[in-house]
């Protein structure tokens, strides 16, 4: 083949690794808010990219991704007309991304590919969250890595090379797993590897996403067990 | 009781839930250095605090422990006139740290703890030291935490209260376990509580240390096993 050994694996989560959308509209649902729970799922999400980008930009300090959660679900509650939650509930509300279920491959793909690899995450999420969600979801990482931990947002360059970095690797020895082709280029402009995973569903049923992934990306899997698969064959 | 719940254990790791001077000394020994292994490895890590200490006096910028051990080990390699090893075999045993063997409750222990609390490290090493440590000895830590994290070495306070705002807990909720009454002294001077944990032959079986701990602790163990029906029962 040719190709470097791969040696580090980087998982981009929400969306990739778990289905943060069904788990939100669900939650939703059974609050009994007034709201479509797939709106609001959706709605909660699009507020992310702009809030990452004010950190970016520096309009706002560095803020974990619990507290932009917060101020997004604040602006959706006023939004929606929503008066009725108190404080312990707006809470545990906003820690429902620390309780998002993993696509039904996930587990399984994981623990395969833990055994030749190390994995880990490399999640605009913070840490907290995503130690949470791995034990609610049993998600076995070696290693949790977070924006947190480089103190930029992906796409920043500091964060792709900040894993090679961490375990004194080259980026050609790494790659990010990811369900959406605009983190896979940001890493692959940093020299890593790139896998794209097809999350159909990303967000919902009702509005399947095109998955086709770019050509240039080094994988191309139908899931985790797909991608198991090919690693294990390739690499 | 009236104690409050503890959420978040964090493990120191030298020495509490890995033997480094069994397993650097039995490294040592396969490796036919013309030394004592004991000797090596004890003054090995005798190098630590003070390199560290460079660190945090600003002597040295930030540094990570893999790179501490490499300069301490070329003066070790210097103070034994071993000058038959190569560039790749001291890139190698300078590693010996990812290699460290658990001691033998260890990984019971921690399995148990994990079943009601977040585990995780609080380590002076960095994260790829104690990523790499994690899958060679099987410690199922929900999250590697490490000085790198914090940019500061641990006894400084930033590291202990840093746990405690990962997780979005109170230092009450957070326990340190630790081998070393140093740290948890300096942990409890932060609000956590702490389980002073015996491993007398921390040095090897031909130095036993005292372990009697300070009657400050909250829990005093006589290892992870006996730990772990501690927290059972109180928490």
Not at 16 to 33: P, Q
Not at 155 to 167: A, I, M, Q
Request: charged share 25%.
């Amino acid at each position: 083949m040719g190709a470097k050994k791969i040696r580090v694996l980087a998982f981009d989560v929400f969306g990739t690794v778990v289905d943060w959308h069904g788990s939100i509209s669900r939650e939703v649902k059974a609050l009994g808010l007034d709201v479509d729970p797939n709106e609001f799922a959706t709605r909660w999400r699009q507020g992310y990219q702009p809030a990452m980008a004010k950190v970016a930009s520096g309009e706002l300090e560095w803020t974990l991704i619990d507290d932009l959660h917060r101020m997004i679900l604040d602006d959706l509650l006023a939004y929606f007309s929503i008066v009725d939650l108190d404080e312990q509930q707006k809470q545990h509300l906003n820690k429902v991304w620390h309780r998002l279920s993993a696509w039904e491959d996930s587990v399984e793909g994981l623990n395969c590919m833990k055994m030749n690899h190390t994995i880990c995450t490399l999640s605009n999420g913070n840490l907290g969250l995503l130690t949470n969600m791995a034990k609610h979801a049993r998600l076995p990482w070696d290693c949790v890595l977070s924006a947190e931990v480089f103190k930029k947002y992906k796409p920043d360059p500091n964060t792709y090379l900040g894993v090679c970095r961490v375990f004194d690797v080259d980026p050609q020895e790494t790659m990010l797993v990811a369900a959406h082709q605009s983190d896979l280029d940001a890493a692959r402009a940093c020299g890593l590897q790139t896998a794209y995973v097809e999350r159909r569903f990303e967000f919902g049923k009702g509005s399947p996403k095109c998955v086709s992934g770019s050509s240039e990306n080094t994988l191309h899997a139908r899931d985790f067990i797909d991608l198991a698969d090919q690693l294990a064959h390739k690499y």
